[in-house]
């Protein structure tokens, strides 16, 4: 299996900045593509941003310009930057990595972390 280990969350006031971290380990897996979700009291699980093996990017509208994803590809990690956060952005935060993993045969995975809670006060 591949698990997903995320930290960084916090309170921080409007206008503040977070960077969130998100370290995938197993064995014998690959990632192709890891990316920042979230989810609001009442609301959908929705994308934040997304970064594939090659470092291209895309973001949701409401991020773009104060967000940036990253990538450590020998470390597995994946990180969220957030500057001038506001309220709205107040969410559990999930990372997602998927790719394939084993040996003889490979098999696509889908994993999760277990979000990690970002609080923006206004």
């Known amino acids: 299996q591949v698990q997903l280990v995320e930290s960084g969350g916090g309170l921080v006031q409007a206008g503040g900045s977070l960077r969130l971290s998100c370290a995938a380990s197993?064995?014998?897996?690959?990632?192709?593509?890891m990316g920042w979700y979230r989810q609001a009291p009442g609301k959908q699980r929705e994308l934040v941003a997304i970064i594939s093996s090659v470092r291209s990017t895309d973001y949701a509208d409401s991020v773009k310009g104060r967000f940036t994803i990253s990538r450590d590809i020998g470390k597995n990690t994946v990180y969220l930057q957030m500057n001038s956060l506001k309220p709205e952005d107040t969410a559990v935060y999930y990372c997602?990595?998927?790719?394939?993993?084993?040996?003889?045969?490979?098999?696509?995975?889908?994993?999760w972390g277990q979000g990690t809670q970002v609080t923006v006060s206004s």
């Open positions: 197993g064995s014998t897996f690959s990632i192709n593509t």
């Open positions: 997602n990595a998927q790719g394939v993993r084993g040996t003889t045969y490979l098999r696509p995975y889908d994993a």
